[in-house]
């Protein structure tokens, strides 16, 4: 068993969630008020190792009211991320979870044991996806995961068939380059991308961007 599997990403209208230097500021103010929401409505929000290095972000919820925190998982098969991101120092504070494999090294594992955050080895040299929602699932008794990127992470789980469900706002701007909302290896053709059923379009409170929500179709 694992948790239902829910994307969401602003990009700009070429698909793209941050510019070639790693600039990602896409979202208006009522773009990033729903994602306040999304991050209320689940239980775990999880981002990439990159994302986590660039953004350094609080994944807490503040925009709007809430009784609780969702957990915070950040995917790191190498475990490289740097101990002073603004997760880790406030592990004690919201519940933090990070997902590396055996090549981690075992001194960063007791660093960030000791500053709080759960560390959970869940793959050989690269993190086992399946795996570690299962573990999410079965020992945080998490069922409902928010995935808020990046490119990398976004597309392994939908080659893995791990996405239930996807949101993308899309921004009026253009970069031309940079990571895409799904970054990856690329699928051929529409036969093996993963089959789409578009449920909603909705013009955002600005009238200048679009929501778009899909449910992933079940092979
Ligand atoms: N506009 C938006 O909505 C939005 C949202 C989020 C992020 N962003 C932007 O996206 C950019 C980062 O995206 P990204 O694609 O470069 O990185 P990412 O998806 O955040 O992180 C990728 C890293 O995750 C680690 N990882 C470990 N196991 C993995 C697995 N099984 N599958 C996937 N990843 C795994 C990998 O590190 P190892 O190779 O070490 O294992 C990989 O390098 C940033 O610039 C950020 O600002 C934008």
């Known amino acids: 068993m ?11 209208i070429d698909g793209r969630i941050a510019s070639r230097t790693g600039y990602s500021r896409l979202s208006c103010e009522h773009d990033l008020r729903r994602l306040h929401m999304h991050r209320a409505e689940c239980d775990a929000v999880m981002i990439g190792a990159r994302t986590a290095e660039i953004d350094d972000p609080m994944l807490t919820v503040r925009l709007v009211r809430s009784e609780r925190q969702p957990m915070r998982v950040v995917i790191d098969g190498r475990l490289a991320c740097r101990l002073d991101l603004r997760l880790f120092k406030t592990a004690r504070e919201v519940p933090t979870i990070v997902f590396t494999s055996r090549v981690a090294d075992g001194a960063k594992i007791m660093r960030l044991s000791e500053l709080g955050v759960h560390v959970e080895i869940a793959g050989e040299d690269r993190v086992d996806l399946r795996k570690a929602l299962e573990i999410l699932y079965r020992k945080y008794n998490v069922k409902k995961v928010l995935v808020e990127g990046g490119g990398t992470l976004n597309f392994n789980l939908l080659r893995e068939g791990l996405v239930d469900e996807i949101y993308v706002t899309v921004t009026p701007y253009v970069f031309g380059n940079g990571v895409s909302v799904f ?11 993963p089959k789409l059923k578009l449920t909603s379009v909705r013009l955002c409170e600005c009238g200048n961007c679009v929501v778009l929500h899909y449910l992933v179709e079940r092979p």
């Open 183 to 193: 970054n990856g290896e690329g699928f051929e053709t529409t036969y093996e991308c």
């Open 2 to 12: 694992r948790p239902w599997v829910r994307i969401v990403s602003a990009c700009t």
